[in-house]
């Protein structure tokens, strides 16, 4: 008992079964059994989970289900932790902290699940440490109507000393407005002079890194955003440590959600030493998966109706907006127009007090507030059916962004989840292995609490300084992938700018994923064209520095057709100068030094 709160989990675990013996038919008992258990977790935890399904197969207790689930969904098997969840909800053994938890965790999988589980936290009583999960979650579920009484308690909690939420005065908006604006260019400020890696950037202030890490198959529109994946220092020709055979890839975040967009994983589980992952990686990839879809799908639902509105003929776009048929929704007692709850209650039959409304009148809806009408349903089936409707340009635009966004974010979740099978499927296979647990990382981990919900909040413009911060997992990731030790073969394969300035780490040398790219071509797994290819997706989604070659711009200028004695710009020959412009005008951003470990990033030029 006194190792379990004191030692490694490696040590009790040795501990434990070298004194086995000592018992009865070496058998040993119920609550040695269960930490022995909890040691397992950490030192094998596909072995742990295979014990703890034996277990509740012997005691059919409760308390060893809610075990098993916890382990389950820490190796990203949500699907195999669904139907432990649902004996445990049928037998009134979920508490309503855990029925939150486990209602974020499953609305990927079982909606209806995760809902049932939201609705039995909440009649349970959320617990106050977890009101803005359970608000978050329930807005994600589309359950904005059974929100008022968690809202009236984050009102109450706002107006006390809790420090996670607080109201906020039209006169103290200005000047936050302005700290989170600064907060933002200073964080950028040091991702583009190189001075931390993404795993250190809120995700508050510069999105999830998911988004980040996004190489899309078609160019974004507008002005081509830079994934700093790579540090200037490295030529494109930079060639791998070792032959690919003989590798044994350390992984980061980044590498994975790359790999994965390159279809390099096959390649990566091929080898035959295992890839070594951080632990913390499956609650990495998780919580990029539950950002993903929109926050609010109601809101997108209302995008949906009105779109479909505007097909059916009910609903058409304004050419104009006079102000006296104009929706708003707030108006003065001078003003001209409607506000939007005087249209409410022109339709309920309420007092509409001096409105002029009336029947079959043209109304022209701003604001957003035709969406707010289309929260219900049936309410905008009302308004279209007694007026003539139309909406302005600028919330349509609105509506359809909103709907491409949600879109991408489902497509975004799909892929992440897919992601997420992947590597628990490795775990159990073996070609996906866990690092060692850095002391630091460990100690860390017994310090979060029984309040955590999938990934830490790491928004810095919410930290309170008087309270240490918590190591995310994300950077958990990044400190174990930098302390792994060296083996043969062994490689850390990180898509950082900042991290890739650095040669090496313990022993072992750091690679991106282009060095990556050239040991499979000189193992004859990847032929030069599907290496140029690869390279052209990076580049087409902003990967910033790679450094083009003579060879890969003649790759794209040889099928470029002339016509009239002018080249023809392909799309190809667009990307290659889009991603050049791009990364020249970060020229002044390069870490440029005749001294020090960081090699100088002016060669890339």
């Not at 200028?557 to 009239?564: E, H, K, M, S, T």
């Amino acid at each position: 008992y006194t190792l379990h709160h004191t030692a490694s989990s490696q040590a009790v675990l040795s501990f434990i079964d070298d004194h086995a013996g000592e018992f009865p038919a070496g058998t040993l008992p119920l609550d040695l059994r269960r930490i022995r258990l909890v040691a397992l977790g950490d030192v094998d935890p596909a072995e742990a989970i295979r014990t703890s399904q034996a277990l509740i197969a012997e005691t059919n207790a409760s308390s060893d289900r809610q075990h098993l689930t916890g382990l389950l969904l820490a190796a990203g098997t949500v699907q195999t932790a669904l139907p432990v969840i649902r004996r445990l909800l049928a037998d009134g053994a979920v508490n309503a902290g855990d029925a939150i938890r486990y209602s974020v965790a499953t609305a990927g999988e079982d909606v209806a699940l995760a809902t049932a589980l939201w609705r039995h936290g909440v009649a349970a009583g959320v617990p106050e440490s977890l009101l803005l999960h359970a608000i978050t979650q329930g807005y994600r579920l589309g359950l904005d109507a059974e929100l008022g009484g968690l809202m009236q308690r984050m009102h109450m909690r706002a107006q006390s000393d809790a420090g996670d939420v607080w109201q906020v005065s039209v006169d103290d908006l200005p000047g936050m407005l302005l700290k989170r604006r600064d907060d933002v260019q200073d964080v950028q400020k040091k991702m583009l002079d190189g001075l931390i890696p993404v795993h250190l950037a809120p995700r508050g202030l510069v999105g999830s890194l998911a988004d980040l890490y996004r190489f899309d198959a078609e160019p974004r529109p507008g002005p081509q955003p830079l994934v700093l994946i790579r540090h200037g220092w490295r030529p494109v020709d930079l060639e791998a440590p070792t032959p690919w055979g003989q590798w044994q890839i350390v992984m980061d975040p980044t590498a994975l959600l790359v790999a994965d967009q390159l279809d390099l994983l096959d390649h990566v589980e091929s080898l035959a030493k295992p890839t070594l992952i951080s632990r913390s990686l499956p609650d990495v990839i998780y919580g990029l998966e539950q950002d993903a879809p929109h926050g609010q799908p109601a809101r997108v639902d209302a995008s949906r109706r009105i779109l479909a509105a505007i097909g059916g003929g009910t609903l058409a776009v304004a050419a104009d907006a006079p102000f006296d048929v104009t929706v708003v929704h707030e108006r003065g007692a001078n003003e001209l127009g409607y506000a939007v709850a005087e249209v409410e209650a022109f339709l309920t039959g309420g007092d509409v007090g001096e409105t002029r409304l009336v029947d079959g009148q043209r109304l022209v809806f701003t604001e957003g507030t035709l969406e707010s009408l289309a929260m219900t349903g049936a309410r905008l089936d009302e308004v279209l059916s007694r007026f003539r409707c139309e909406i302005a340009r600028d919330d349509l635009a609105e509506a359809s962004a909103e709907i491409r966004a949600s879109d991408a974010g489902a497509t975004l979740a799909a892929r992440l989840r897919t992601l997420r099978e992947r590597v628990a499927l490795g775990l159990t296979r073996g070609t996906f292995a866990y690092l060692p647990i850095e002391n630091a990382l460990a100690e860390d981990d017994e310090s979060e609490g029984d309040d955590d919900v999938g990934p830490a909040a790491d928004d810095a413009s919410q930290a309170d300084p008087a309270t240490p911060r918590r190591v995310t997992p994300l950077e958990a990731c990044l400190m174990s992938a930098l302390s792994s030790p060296g083996g043969e073969g062994r490689v850390v394969w990180i898509d950082d700018r900042m991290t890739s300035g650095y040669r090496r780490s313990q022993d072992n040398p750091i690679v991106t994923v282009v060095e990556v790219l050239n040991a499979l071509v000189s193992a004859g797994r990847m032929t030069a064209a599907e290496r140029f290819s690869a390279l052209m997706r990076l580049r087409r989604g902003g990967a910033a520095f790679i450094p083009m070659t003579a060879d890969e711009v003649m790759a794209s200028l040889r099928p470029a057709p002339i016509r009239g004695g002018v080249l023809q710009e392909t799309p190809d020959l667009a990307v290659l100068r889009r991603n050049l412009a791009s990364t020249v005008r970060l020229d002044r951003h390069l870490y440029v030094s005749l001294t020090g470990e960081r090699a100088s990033e002016q060669t890339f030029f």
